[in-house]
């Protein structure tokens, strides 16, 4: 993997080797020397015009995470007594930037080319590099305007996607002091107070009770010599290091508000209750698995974190991990994934691990959050105040419901029960909307939201919708890897009518999406309070249906333990939050994802329906862009085979007339139409 991507290296020695003057090519996957588990692609050329054409060339053939960033030109290939490649006899590389790019001149170029080499994960950046042409995103954007800050540029996303390359961005970013007060790691231990969306989470917790909602289960399949004690000290190991993974959430005095209490770190002899182990039967497995998984937490007794091993053979086990959202995101399970390689083999050998400490714990995010939205931030952007105008002139008059339709009634009080169903976008497809996405400047994210956009219009009253998507608040740079729950919720409006083109609904989703990620700190129970929606009895207010877009492999990162094979799945708890949420991970080969529906709602056929509609408005948007979306046919060819099914055995009475006796009735009955 390259920066998340699964690339064959294959695939690229052999678009080296096509270039004009190259006898042949190798290519490895390297080590980063500073940044442990980071791999670089190197090439080895053997004739040709030199890596800085050769690098140029295979950069219009093949994407930017697939291209080379170190190089070597070698007079031969070193090979074995096998005739295989030598690695180990292959000279060092060099980092090269991309053959047609300048290096930075002045320090505000010089600034952001290492900001976007940082957050991207490159070797060298040049001034007339594309950001997304490297493989930025809107995620990488929100990384890199926030470093941007805290190194004395005033950027935001939207200057990403407006000027794209380091030498463009200087022009239009000035020197500033940063947004946000500095995140201070240490000062905030033990203060108790809980993070903004913990609260809201706390507040659901009090109304709807303890349920399986925000469980976040993982399952792990080991093959191979297990070491179960050692396994067991890990994980002890890990919980001790984050503060936020041993504590519980208690009541006030007054009843009214909870306090987060950290828990003393856990011995891992004998194993903490929270660490289970069992032997089961292969036909029960399933079963246990996900009892595991929907098993709700007890917040005010019990840490957010549940370890099953399950024993179905000596050398065959699954791990079923479970947290509860109010500790983590899905981005910290890599971190998380990360330690378990290096305590498991530190505790198989017999010793502690010699991790660093965290550079910070979640209270110390508690509290930076808290001084981002003070109001002594004044007038800046970022301000709560400034925050909440915008909101509420932005969602002012939204509509009471933008979902889809409902095979069952609404209850008053909802379940939370919920079923999954894929969302099929295959590979040919994901190539043409990847395409459509770099013509028009905008994310895979952008083109899904337009996509829903539409679903939801054609299926509702009004071509005014709103959509709901998580959005990361790791604003720091010291919060990439932290662990801990960094998410808030923002609502993304905006007007598909049929009379606009493909084109015009991505070019305001964009702007809809970037007014918004410049505007994540405000909790979303605010905002509802602000905008004050019609509210109605088991209706989520603001939105009905969820747009999450992920890249890379945070969540589906496969730890590496010794003599063990793992498998990583994940988990899903059988509940639903919204009525629907549409989840999609985004890679070069492939757009893949699912809908998560309420099963108070919809039947698994109903939902297979709105999958496949949404898989037919992509696939009209990938073919005319410059279309009107009032052409666009959103049936799904099981919509087409119900229709043909139907007519197939319908039986009309027919009257006893010619055509033509039919039509002047008709004329005699309607003779203004």
Not at 344 to 368: H, I, N
């Amino acid at each position: 993997k390259i920066r998340g991507y699964r690339v064959e290296l294959g695939e690229v020695e052999h678009a080296v080797a096509a270039v004009s003057g190259v006898v042949t090519a190798a290519v490895v996957a390297k080590e980063h020397p500073e940044v442990p588990g980071q791999r670089r692609l190197a090439a080895y050329l053997v004739g040709g015009p030199g890596p800085a054409a050769v690098r140029d060339a295979v950069a219009r053939r093949l994407p930017g995470y697939m291209v080379p960033t170190l190089w070597a030109a070698v007079d031969a290939l070193p090979l074995t007594v096998n005739g295989k490649l030598d690695v180990a006899a292959l000279p060092e590389p060099v980092p090269l930037a991309t053959a047609t790019s300048r290096p930075p001149r002045t320090e505000a170029q010089r600034l952001l080319c290492t900001v976007i080499a940082e957050v991207l994960g490159a070797d060298v950046v040049g001034i007339d590099d594309d950001f997304f042409a490297l493989g930025g995103d809107s995620l990488s954007a929100l990384a890199v305007a926030n470093r941007a800050r805290k190194a004395g540029l005033r950027i935001r996303p939207r200057h990403l996607f407006d000027a794209r390359t380091p030498e463009r961005l200087a022009e239009i970013v000035s020197p500033n002091e940063a947004e946000r007060p500095s995140l201070r790691p240490g000062r905030a231990t033990g203060d108790g107070r809980l993070s903004a969306g913990q609260r809201q989470m706390m507040a659901l917790h009090r109304i709807d009770g303890a349920n399986a909602a925000y469980n976040q289960p993982s399952v792990l399949r080991l093959r191979g010599r297990l070491d179960a004690a050692a396994l067991t000290a890990a994980w002890v190991d890990i919980t001790a290091r984050h503060e936020v993974l041993r504590t519980v959430y208690v009541a006030a005095d007054d009843d009214r508000d909870t306090v987060a209490v950290v828990l003393p770190p856990d011995r891992p002899d004998p194993p903490p209750r929270w660490i289970t182990s069992a032997t089961v039967r292969l036909d029960e497995l399933d079963a246990r698995i996900h009892e595991e998984a929907t098993r709700p937490f007890d917040l005010a007794v019990e840490p957010p974190i549940r370890v099953a091993l399950l024993a179905t053979a000596p050398d065959e086990h699954v791990l079923v991990v479970t947290f509860h959202h109010i500790a983590v995101d899905e981005w910290s399970w890599r971190t998380l994934l990360a330690e378990l390689e290096q305590t498991y083999a530190a505790r198989r050998r017999g010793v502690p691990p010699a991790l660093p400490a965290p550079p910070v714990q979640y209270a110390d995010f508690t509290a930076w959050q808290a001084d981002c939205l003070a109001e002594e931030t004044g007038g800046s952007a970022t301000s709560a105040s400034a925050q909440l105008g915008y909101w509420r002139e932005a969602l002012a008059g939204a509509p009471a419901l933008s979902t889809l339709p409902a095979v069952r009634r609404r209850p008053a009080s909802p379940s939370g029960r919920g079923a999954v169903t894929p969302v099929e976008i295959g590979t040919e497809l994901t190539e043409a909307l990847h395409r459509l996405a770099r013509s028009h400047d905008v994310t895979t994210f952008m083109l899904l939201h337009a996509a829903l956009a539409v679903l939801l219009a054609r299926h509702g009253e009004s071509s005014d919708v709103v959509v709901g998507s998580p959005v990361s608040l790791r604003l720091d740079p010291a919060l990439e890897d932290a662990v801990g729950y960094f998410l808030n919720t923002v609502a993304l409006r905006v007007d598909a009518r049929p009379d606009r083109t493909v084109a015009e609904l991505l070019a305001a989703v964009r702007a809809a999406d970037l007014d918004a990620y410049d505007r994540p700190d405000l909790p979303f129970a605010d905002v509802v309070a602000a905008v004050a929606p019609q509210r109605t009895p088991g209706v989520t207010p603001l939105f009905q249906v969820m747009l999450v877009c992920l890249t890379g492999d945070a969540d589906y990162a496969v730890p590496v333990l010794e003599e063990l094979e793992v498998e990583v799945d994940l988990g899903t708890n059988g509940t639903a939050k919204f009525d629907a949420a549409f989840s999609f991970r985004d890679s070069p080969e492939l757009l893949g994802g699912h809908l998560e529906y309420s099963t108070d709602l919809y039947d698994e056929e109903t939902a297979r329906l709105f999958a496949g509609r949404f898989v037919e408005v992509l696939r009209a948007f990938a073919e005319a862009p410059d279309r009107h979306l009032g052409s666009i046919d959103v049936r799904a060819p099981a919509d087409r085979d119900r229709e043909h099914a139907a007519l197939a055995t319908a039986t009309v009475p027919l009257p006893d007339a010619t055509v033509a006796e039919l039509l002047g009735e008709r004329a005699r009955v309607c003779p203004d139409r």
